[in-house]
């Protein structure tokens, strides 16, 4: 067999072109098409890039009718009318209504960016250098955003030491314990030799660390603690903001207002690179300048992002329909679950997991689930867990397919 230019050219770093071996197209929707024509039901929507779908028509619309008009494509951070229009949709839908104070930095374009200035800023409003993070955490690749991240293979190919940072056990990683006791203990006892920190950076749902759910008490219990010391409360929204869970931020159903939030993938609507960091108005200590990007002007993304605002987060409709496709999604997952020994679910929203007591058994249901045209990723530790994460737009239909293929993937694997 002839080689293909990814094998000579491309560099080995890549990845899921290695899991699923074809050469894609086309997608719109909830599908993509490869090269032979061939359909793919999308459950894994660009690592959560893609909340709204593929090609979603009115973002397309939108952004063909700017570009044919001459919109400013790349502008820093000068201002420009695409900027103005998503600075006011933000504050009108998103932050009005939520009772949020918030200011906006557009730090670059990835969401390791956002979280790499979301750590920036926290050191220099507290003047402390010490961040700490969770157990199974994953915010990015970037030297800052691997330091709170928990995966040793990840954190490895920094090839440097990532100081400045101590892992806290995030709810569940003590079997039920209460995994806040050691933090609050530490903070307060002079002895216990961990610094008093700048910020805690915590993901609400872990979406690489295995589908762990932070319980509504815990979060409630972590923001608590936070505000008690003078630490601040980040939270990390890149995968799990713009409904993924069901309400626009994932920490919305804990009633707790982070001091700072990292947020990109999805916000920028149609799949192009933004990210945001979203702070109270009295964090804003940054000087001019001080923080930067080239493409943090990604003018296309502001139309595109603005649009999305617009279309579903008007009003619940979007949030209501996310929650109750969650419910279908948990329920066939449970079944599923049933018929092979060992395996348990776990999810919130439109994000979910079947977790194998073989880690072997997730791999291999990817494979069987990418044969028969369905695209699901793994995550977890030890990659035990098939995560799912369709986008919140599918239909009905789409989502008991999906099912009906994950199903036949399973008892595949598992019979």
Not at 115 to 138: D, H, S, Y
Not at 226 to 233: E, F, G, K, N
Not at 366 to 387: C, H, I, R, Y
Request: charged share 20%.
């Amino acid at each position: 067999m002839t080689a293909s230019v990814f094998d000579t050219v491309e560099s080995n770093v890549r990845g899921y072109c290695r899991v699923w071996p074809t050469v894609f197209a086309t997608a719109s929707g909830s599908w993509l098409r490869d090269e032979a024509g061939r359909e793919y039901l999308d459950f894994f929507a660009g690592a959560g890039a893609l909340n709204y779908g593929h090609s979603n028509p009115v973002f397309k619309q939108a952004l063909v009718d700017y570009i044919l008009n001459d919109g400013i494509i790349h502008s820093l951070d000068m201002a420009t009318t695409a900027k103005r229009g998503l600075l006011e949709t933000l504050r009108d839908l998103v932050f009005v209504p939520r009772g949020l104070d918030y200011k906006v930095q557009f730090p670059g374009p990835t969401g390791a960016n956002a979280v790499e200035a979301a750590l920036k800023l926290a050191r220099k409003i507290t003047g402390r250098q010490t961040v700490l993070n969770f157990t199974n955490a994953f915010h990015g690749m970037s030297l800052g955003a691997l330091s709170v991240t928990g995966n040793a293979a990840k954190r490895a190919a920094a090839g440097v030491p990532l100081p400045y940072t101590n892992p806290m056990p995030y709810d569940g990683f003590l079997g039920g314990e209460d995994e806040l006791r050691w933090m609050r203990r530490a903070l307060d006892d002079t002895s216990s030799g961990l610094d008093r920190p700048a910020a805690v950076i915590v993901e609400t749902v872990q979406g690489e660390g295995g589908i762990n759910l932070a319980r509504v008490e815990w979060l409630r219990e972590l923001a608590e603690l936070c505000a008690a010391r003078d630490i601040l409360l980040i939270v990390d929204d890149v995968q799990m903001g713009c409904g993924r869970t069901g309400p626009f931020f994932s920490f919305e159903i804990a009633g707790i207002t982070p001091d700072i939030v990292a947020m990109s993938k999805s916000i920028g609507g149609y799949g192009l690179p933004m990210a945001l960091v979203l702070f109270k108005a009295e964090h804003d200590q940054w000087a001019p300048g001080e923080h930067n990007g080239t493409f943090r002007g990604n003018n296309p993304a502001f139309v595109t992002a603005r649009v999305a605002l617009e279309q579903y987060w008007s009003d619940d409709v979007l949030e209501r329909a996310v929650l109750a496709k969650g419910e279908r999604l948990a329920a066939g997952l449970a079944e599923i679950a049933a018929g092979c020994p060992g395996t348990t679910t776990r999810g919130r929203g439109l994000i979910h997991g079947l977790v194998f007591a073989d880690p072997s058994h997730a791999g291999k249901v990817s494979q069987a689930a990418f044969e028969l045209g369905l695209l699901v990723e793994t995550s977890g530790s030890t990659n035990q867990v098939v995560k799912l994460m369709p986008p919140l737009t599918l239909s009905a239909d789409e989502l008991d397919h999906g099912l009906g293929l994950i199903g036949t993937a399973v008892a595949a694997v598992c019979g």
